[in-house]
């Protein structure tokens, strides 16, 4: 798993469509942003954030989706929408942009602050 440049090694715990980490990447503009999720017996299996543009133009039934649904192509591309993302930098530009996530988003782990910086002063 990749390591953020700016927020080490806790930065990457979730996944995104290729649009959305461009968007946050490039301090792009707002997009529709759903938290995607997969089950399979109701436990989640896979959950990515996906833009809009993305679930439409690959036929996605709505979230939470059962993994056995048949309206779920095999033909889906993990390369397109299971890009690891930065859930700090993914935090920092949502709401900068005020993008509201749909779906049961979690956001940033519990304990996490929102830079590195206020962990290295909370731990002196």
Known sequence: MPVCARHGEQGFHAFACRDVCVAVGTGGAALEVTWWQC????????????????????????????????????????????????????????????????????????GWSSSPDAEQNAAK
């Not at 439409?56 to 048949?70: E, F, N, V, Y």
């Open 39 to 110: 089950l399979l017996d109701g436990e989640s299996m896979f959950a990515s954030l996906l833009c809009a543009g993305c679930i439409a133009t690959h036929r996605l039934p709505p979230s939470p989706a059962a993994l056995d649904d048949p309206r779920l192509s095999e033909d889906v591309p993990h390369q397109t929408l299971a890009v690891p993302i930065c859930i700090r930098c993914f935090e920092e530009w949502r709401l900068a942009r005020g993008v509201s996530v749909a779906g049961p988003y979690p956001g940033v782990p519990a």
